[in-house]
């Protein structure tokens, strides 16, 4: 082959090759150039502008649309904010504040007066001024929502099946606990069932004497006292033995006893030897000596009954009763001058109940959030608006920085096919 047949075999590829490689070029720069449309003799020069120029108003609007509709929901929002570090942060916040409240030993007030960079008497008085209005407002609340909600929820299959299941879970968990039930039972319960049960042993003869003037509780009795006569005085010693002159003595003289004083006190220490001896039981201890069946049909019984007296007049009853017993100020007084550590069990594993109570806390947030600012703001307008306001040598630089790369093989790509297809006619024309 010839110099000139060479050249001449050679310039067909080489044409394609520029042709095409112009062409991918000017495609490729026509997607953004130019950037406002070019005009000669007033008529506007075709394909000015370029592509995305021309067609930004229905692109913005398109990606508007697709950022409202599949990124920006409120779906998305509650799963960002769901799976990043900011909540572990929120969780060992409120932990570390929870549990430094909970084993605190000042009183509440002073807690208060500390978060409220308050003096302490101010909070004090402050909490007992608006005691009575905000109690009142707090047992309306509650009525209402014991009246309306929590009242037709008692007496539901669900709740039954509730309480049998936490028993029933809790039982199993007990019988291979080693706590103890001092562990459980915070330390300033005890204290003040202890003290009510003291400053009220007085009461014992007056409660115990009106028990038994209840008619069905002496005929009862009477019945009871009758039934161990027969069993035990047999024969002609039973002609002699007067069931209720029995009964009356013993009733008598039980209630001479409890008024004694000093039978009082005996009882009461009794009653808090009980207590502590039990109290420094092993939870799995007492467990061990519950038979299932038994359990099975007490809770049964307890919840059939419950739910059966369970009447809107009773819940009435109930809140005017601490209405009229209750008085705000005290209760108050007391509340304040208390620590956590006297309310609260003194080593509750508090953990993993608040990781778990401000995950959801979070995650219900900010579905609430999110559906509030997905309905409020037209995600799609404001997509659309700040799309319209990038410039175009902006968002072509933010194009080309993504895919830049891939155009310029692009390029290159079409001049080398542009080659090879100019070099097969050529070729077939030198052989053929």
Not at 16 to 26: D, K, Y
Not at 136 to 165: C, H, M, N
Not at 167 to 184: F, P
Not at 351 to 380: C, H, N, P, W
Request: charged fraction near 20%; hydrophobic fraction near 45%; glycine fraction near 4%.
């Amino acid at each position: 082959m010839h110099n000139l047949e060479f050249l001449s075999f050679l310039v067909i590829p080489i044409i394609g090759a520029i042709i095409a490689f112009s062409t991918n070029l000017l495609a490729i720069v026509m997607i953004f150039r130019p950037h406002k449309e070019v005009r000669i003799f007033g008529l506007r020069v075709p394909f000015t502008p370029g592509l995305v120029p021309r067609q930004r108003q229905q692109l913005a609007q398109k990606m508007g649309e697709t950022i409202a509709e599949n990124i920006l929901t409120s779906n998305a929002l509650v799963e960002a904010v769901s799976n990043t570090s900011i909540v572990d942060n929120i969780v060992d916040i409120v932990q570390n504040f929870i549990e430094k409240i909970v084993t605190s030993h000042d009183s509440i007030s002073k807690i208060a007066a500390d978060l409220l960079k308050r003096d302490e008497e101010e909070v004090a008085q402050a909490a007992v001024q608006n005691s009575e209005k905000l109690m009142g407002k707090i047992l309306e609340v509650a009525q209402e929502y014991a009246q309306d909600k929590a009242l037709p929820y008692l007496q539901s299959e669900d709740f039954a099946r509730l309480v049998t299941d936490f028993v029933n879970n809790s039982l199993a968990n007990a019988r291979n606990s080693e706590t103890k039930l001092s562990d459980i039972i915070p330390q300033g319960a005890v204290t003040a069932a202890k003290g009510a049960a003291k400053n009220n042993m007085h009461r014992l003869g007056p409660i115990c004497r009106d028990f038994l003037a209840d008619a069905r509780v002496d005929a009862r009795l009477r019945e009871l006292v009758a039934k161990i006569v027969k069993e035990n005085a047999n024969g002609f010693m039973g002609l002699f033995v007067n069931a209720d002159k029995i009964y009356d003595s013993i009733a008598q003289n039980l209630l001479k006893y409890l008024d004694d004083a000093e039978n009082q006190a005996l009882i009461y220490e009794k009653i808090v030897a009980f207590v502590d001896g039990y109290l420094d039981k092993e939870i799995g201890q007492l467990t061990d000596k519950l038979d299932k069946s038994s359990i099975d049909n007490w809770l049964e019984t307890a919840i059939s009954a419950l739910q059966r007296n369970l009447k809107q007049e009773h819940v009435e009853k109930i809140f005017n009763g601490i209405t009229s017993h209750v008085a705000p100020e005290k209760a108050v007084v007391h509340l304040l001058s208390m620590a956590p550590s006297q309310i609260l069990p003194n080593n509750a594993n508090y953990r993993q109940s608040i990781d778990s109570f401000v995950r959801k806390t979070i995650t219900i947030l900010a579905q609430k959030a999110g559906e509030y600012m997905i309905a409020s703001l037209d995600v799609a307008k404001i997509a659309e608006g700040r799309i319209n306001a990038f410039e175009m040598h902006e968002m072509e630089r933010l194009v080309l920085s993504v895919v830049g790369k891939h155009l310029k093989w692009i390029v290159l790509l079409g001049g080398f096919l542009g080659f090879f297809m100019g070099l097969l006619p050529a070729a077939f024309g030198i052989f053929f």
